[in-house]
Structures are given as C-alpha cells and as structure tokens.
C-alpha cells in the first residue's frame, strides 16, 4: 500500500540528546533553523508529533510566514498543514495548543485510547486503529483518506525511533545544535534498538546560522515481503537508469541496481549497456559482482522491470542469472507485458524458486516511461 513521504526532522544538541530534564523548553535552533522549519513545515501536507512532545513543548506546529501560507492557498492547499498525533493512553489535554491553533488535526490512538481520550475541538477527527496502534497502517490512513503525500514528523524521540527502525522514514534533517545537555536522563534523539547495519547516505549538509542541517537518507533493503523507504530509493534509482538505456525499438530498458543487506550498493546496470545490443539491466549489474562475493546471498535485486523468465539472445534468462547468484529478495517497479514475449512471467519463476519478490506499482509510471514507444 502506498505511503506517504516520511521526513524526520529534530534538532539535537551535541551530545546527542533532543531536550534537558528542565519543565522548560529546551531551544536548541537557531533563529535562522527555526525559519528553515518554518519552510519545511510549508511543503508537507500533514506535520505529526507523538503526544510526549504536546505534554512536554505544548507545540503549535503552525507554518508562521504569511507569505509561505498565502503560498500554500495560490497552490490550492489548506493554510496550515493537516496536524496529526499519536496517543495509545489517550492522555491528552484537551487545552494544549496542538488542538486549538491552525487547521484539521488527527489522533490516532488505540480503541482504548479513543475511550479514555477527553473531548477535543470539532476540528479533530479521533482514529482508532484497533487493539494497537501500528504505523504502516496509519501511514496507509494519512495517505489514502486525507491525501497525504509528504509527512514532516517532529518528533519526539520515541516516534522518531520507530519510524527509523520499521523502515518508514525515507529522510532525517538534523539541525545540530551547538551546546551539550550532558544529562543522561534527558530525552535522546534515537532509542536503542535495531537500526540499518552499514552507512546512511548524506544528502546535503548546510550551515544554517550557529546550527549545522544534516540530511541523511537510510540505505538498508527491506528483509521481506514489506517495502522499507529504502527500497523505494533504490527502485527509483533503477527508474533512472531505464532513462538512460540506448533506445530500441527491438527490446525493453530497464535499470537495475544490486544492494548489499547494509545499504551497500554492489553494482548497477541498464539494457545495452556499454554497447552490448542485448545485454539486459540484471545481467549488466551481477556480471559485475564475483559469484563468490558472499553479500550477494543477503542482497536485493532492483529492477524497474521484472527480470525475464525467457530469452533468446542468452542461455540464461535474467530470473535464472539471479537465482544462480543465490539473491532471495528482488524489488521491481511494472510487471513484464506480451509485447515480447507472451505471458513472461519472471516474478512467478523466482517466487516459485523462493525468492521474495516485492512489486512496487508506485513507481511503474517511472518504469514505463522510457518504453512509452512500446507499450504505448
Ligand atoms: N529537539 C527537537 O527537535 C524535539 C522535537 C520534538 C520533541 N522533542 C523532545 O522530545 C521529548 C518527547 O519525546 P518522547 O519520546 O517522550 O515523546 P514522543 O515521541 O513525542 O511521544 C511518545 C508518545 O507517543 C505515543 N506513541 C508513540 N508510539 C506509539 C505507538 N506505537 N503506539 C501507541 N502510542 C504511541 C505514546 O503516547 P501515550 O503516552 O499517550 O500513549 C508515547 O508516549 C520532549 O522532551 C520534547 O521536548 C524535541
């Protein structure tokens, strides 16, 4: 089911912590930070908090610039963005701020949570999600019935670090604070727990007054049959480089990337690559990998196409080459058509052969579009 894109945005002091220990507001960004939010607050359609912040900031979360919600209304959009909360006690005052200032809000609690919760403002629509509250089918909700597209989450730590570790946040900006707290009660950005092995990508870094932005992106594939964000960037990337094939009016182009279990990209490739006019986008990348490189049995094939079960130009079809190279997770963007070759049906070869095959139908206009003369 398709989710919305998930941005983690904190402010963390030096060493590592979101507040003090103080009733008071810890205010770790700059003044030119909390302008830089204010922007970020104005692109999302929907900004979420757990309840620990609005019991610990008593936050409004409202886009401030006049002129960056005058924006929002020439685009058609609400001025504020949608506020969402999560709450599995249901204990919220109904007083704070969060309730009572900017547009639409949403609780997503617990069926207990909806029972204990008090009465809030008409403008809050109070969402049970059964016995627990789980975040994939609350990111399903956010997306499917208030349309939204991309989520700012500001925390705090115990929201942040969930998201993280169920592989639903596709970006983390970080504006690093130049103080310490130095209490080791005091709430840390991220809990223990079992995050991505291997490196996050550094999207951008920026100075931004005394703070330092960092963007990062999580790297790691999904394990099974779940889509992580990850999965989705590298999917992307494998769209990309279907745009870049040499045309043919004779065969597909594909992309496809070849991602190690910790984030490591271990090869790519695209149709005709390097003037082969008959290699395939999977058999360009794992040609690039030794067979005895021992990531391979824990890696993810990405393709934007589904990997050929049949052809005529090699021995082995591309389901065969990736079976033979021992993957067992293969991500892809649009199932193969009858334009070459009737009933292809690779995806069923390689789940046959135990292989987890994940189909993303999000990104197939991507994976089309440069075979837009083929299949119309
Ligand atoms: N520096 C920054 O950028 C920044 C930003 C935000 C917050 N903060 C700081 O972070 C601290 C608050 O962080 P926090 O970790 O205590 O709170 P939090 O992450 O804001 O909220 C945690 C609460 O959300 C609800 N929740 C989260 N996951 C849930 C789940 N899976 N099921 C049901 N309910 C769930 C629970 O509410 P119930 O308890 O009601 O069940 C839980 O106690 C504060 O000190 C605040 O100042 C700092």
Redesign the pocket.
């Known amino acids: 089911m398709p989710v919305p894109y998930v941005l983690l945005?904190?402010?963390?002091s030096l060493d590592g912590y979101?507040?003090d220990t103080s009733p008071d507001?810890?205010l770790?960004s700059s003044a030119a930070d909390f302008d830089r939010v204010d922007e970020v607050r104005a692109s999302v359609d929907a900004i979420l908090?757990?309840?620990?912040?609005?019991r610990?900031?008593n936050p409004r979360l409202l886009v401030n610039s006049p002129d960056r919600r005058a924006a929002r209304l020439a685009a058609g959009q609400p001025a504020y963005p949608l506020k969402a909360t999560?709450?599995?006690?249901?204990?919220?005052d109904p007083t704070a701020q969060f309730w009572h200032t900017g547009g639409d809000k949403i609780l997503y609690t617990?069926d207990k949570?909806a029972e204990r919760a008090p009465a809030l403002p008409a403008t809050t629509d109070v969402v049970p999600l059964g016995p627990?509250?789980d975040?994939r089918t609350l990111l399903t909700h956010l997306h499917d019935t208030r349309g939204v597209r991309r989520l700012m989450v500001?925390?705090?730590?115990?929201?942040?670090t969930?998201l993280l570790q169920q592989g639903l946040a596709d970006e983390l900006q970080l504006a690093l604070a130049p103080l310490f707290v130095g209490d080791r009660h005091a709430?840390r950005l991220f809990g223990p727990g079992p995050y991505q092995h291997g490196r996050l990508r550094l999207l951008e870094t920026r100075p931004v007054g005394d703070t330092v932005l960092m963007r990062y992106e999580p790297t790691a594939p999904g394990t099974g049959d779940l889509p992580h964000a990850a999965d989705r960037h590298w999917l992307r990337l494998a769209c990309e480089l279907a745009a870049q094939c040499p045309p043919s009016d004779t065969a597909f182009s594909v992309g496809a990337v070849v991602v190690a279990a910790d984030g490591t990209e271990l090869a790519r490739g695209y149709s005709r690559e390097g003037g082969d006019p008959v290699v395939h986008a999977e058999e360009a990348a794992l040609a690039k990998i030794p067979a005895t490189d021992a990531r391979l049995g824990g890696a993810t094939v990405y393709s934007s196409l589904e990997p050929c079960a049949r052809r005529a130009s090699r021995p082995r079809a591309c389901a065969r080459l990736i079976l033979d190279a021992g993957v067992r997770r293969v991500v892809t963007a649009w199932r193969e058509p009858d334009t070459f070759v009737a009933g292809a049906d690779g995806a069923g070869v390689l789940a046959g052969a135990g292989v987890t095959v994940v189909v993303l139908p999000e990104l197939e206009t991507a994976a089309t579009t440069p075979n837009r003369h083929l299949v119309g």
Not at 49 to 54: E, K, L, P, S
């Open positions: 945005s904190a402010a963390v979101l507040d507001r810890l770790l908090v757990g309840a620990g912040t609005i610990a900031d999560v709450s599995g006690s249901g204990d919220l617990t949570g627990d509250l975040w500001e925390g705090g730590g115990t929201v942040h969930q709430p």
